[in-house]
């Protein structure tokens, strides 16, 4: 078994805050697999290269370095090519380079090679979506995050505002079909791992979804 936490689920399910949490609270690194995707569209677009151009995607990720590193705040980040990417990560249209370059299978064969390599270390929790499915599918511990797309779009809004793109219902459409186009993608696609645990937090607050996991991993972890 792998000393993983791994945390899937789709976008805005409120898995990015119970992963960081968990890695503040246990002490362990918490990688976000997600900004790895991110990171792939944004250095793709630095070169003009198109986000379905699967050939020259791959080889430029033999050439961009991704690792994670502690960041000013004392989180962990990505760091690449010699920086952290940060912000500019975060915009839609990123996200949205970002479920496009993942639809293609040799981003995702060379991302997974570097993800695997991120474990030699002892306990880290990692937070995707195939983590338990394709990375780590003997993670010690296996949890499937989720939401409905309206919460999920409620969330977004309450976190970015103007930055989520969107009335309440345009953000739940943009989430229900990045979900598509996730969950729909012949390689790895976005599904609960059988042995994994399914969370389905509409109706929980991020604190309490936080506790409840937190107390199933505690003590193997601390
Ligand atoms: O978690 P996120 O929103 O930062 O992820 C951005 C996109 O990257 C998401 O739409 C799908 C893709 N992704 C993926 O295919 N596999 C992962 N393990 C993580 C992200």
Redesign the pocket.
Known sequence: MDKVIAIDGP?ASGK?TLARTLSEKLGIPYI???????ATALAAQKRNIAWDDEKALQDMLRTVTMEYKVNSNGEFELFCDGEFPGEALRSAEI?AG??KV?TCPAV?EELKNQQRRMSAIGWIVM?????GTV?FPDAEFKFFITASPLERARRRLAQEGDKAGGTLEEVAAAIAA?DE??SNRAV?P?KPAADAELVDNSNMTLEETFNYIYNKVKDAVL
Do not use: V
């Open positions: 976008s990015s976000n697999t997600g900004s790895m995707f991110r996200a970002a479920s993942g995702r937070e995707g979506r195939d983590i990375i990045r186009q996730d790895a976005l």
